[in-house]
């Protein structure tokens, strides 16, 4: 079987639910990863996990949710998910690398009066948090999952994962060359991506807008390509949209990035992140 990736949330920030994201989407970070037949990998649960919970109430595998971090754009969907409300659907939370603790049970912390009706306490699934090892690695099925620390306020994971049948490298809420702190090096990005099937990296900004943001932990667009190249990704994708970013605009960069890889590089395919497309490995 090979694994499969799909994306319903691409959004960083706030969802953009707007005229001019319709082809992209407007929904915050949450994808899909089915390395096998037997269990479901969700990263991260922006409002794009709403959706995702639709298709997966009639499914009975495991569901294993890793959290990047746990700013309100990755877990402001959680409590829209349905199988977290479904009798005894096994559901295990995964997180590592947080400045503040990697107890991933937090992320339920936000379903509290008056904030939100339903509390933690009343969901019917068996929600348990499954711990990395000390060499930031977790087994999933037949799936090595491996994490390593983000450059982002906050702290937080990156994750690989690999299979016989392909390999994965998520990486959002990055900043590849931070002015402060370094927790992950530029050169260590790339030993951990060397040679993914796919790398879905941060881009967010844009060269011209350095200034303004340098030190927000997000990744400028070449930065990732430049990444993308240097570690031999086969395919790269662009994610974590800023929520301003039109169809326009992004119909653009992805253009613009295709014709840099081309005048780099002829192995290295280059997507920019929408909602429902999906990737075979």
């Not at 977790?138 to 994971?157: C, Q, W, Y």
């Not at 030993?191 to 790398?199: A, K, P, Q, S, T």
């Amino acid at each position: 079987m090979c694994m499969k990736v799909t994306f319903y949330g691409v959004r960083g920030s706030i969802a953009a639910p707007d005229r001019n994201t319709v082809k992209y989407g407007g929904n915050t970070s949450c994808i899909l990863v089915e390395p096998d037949n037997d269990v479901v990998l969700i990263f991260d649960a922006g409002t794009g996990i709403r959706v995702l919970g639709h298709h997966l109430e009639s499914d009975s595998r495991d569901l294993y949710l890793l959290f990047s971090h746990y700013h309100w754009d990755h877990i402001q969907g959680l409590p829209f998910f349905k199988p977290i409300y479904q009798q005894g659907r096994k559901v295990r939370l995964l997180s590592n690398h947080m400045d503040g603790g990697d107890d991933a049970a937090s992320v339920l912390d936000q379903m509290i009066d008056p904030h939100f009706p339903v509390t933690s306490a009343q969901l019917r699934a068996r929600i348990e948090v499954l711990p990395f090892d000390d060499k930031g690695v977790v087994r999933v099925g037949e799936a090595k999952v491996t994490s390593m620390p983000l450059n982002h306020s906050g702290g937080g994971s990156a994750f690989r994962v690999d299979m016989g049948n392909g390999s994965l490298a998520y990486i959002t809420d990055n900043e590849l060359f931070p002015p402060g702190e370094v927790k992950t090096s530029y050169a260590d990005w790339v030993e951990f991506v060397r040679n993914v099937d796919l790398l879905v990296h941060d881009a967010m900004y844009l060269d011209e807008e350095l200034e303004q943001i340098h030190g927000w932990g997000h990744s400028l667009i070449s930065q990732a390509l430049q990444l993308a190249l240097d570690a031999d990704v086969k395919r790269v994708v662009l994610f974590h949209h800023d929520p301003s970013r039109s169809d326009r605009q992004l119909d653009e960069i992805l253009s613009n990035s295709r014709e840099w890889m081309a005048r780099h590089s002829a192995d290295t395919e280059v997507f920019v992140a929408a909602e429902g497309d999906s990737y075979v490995l």
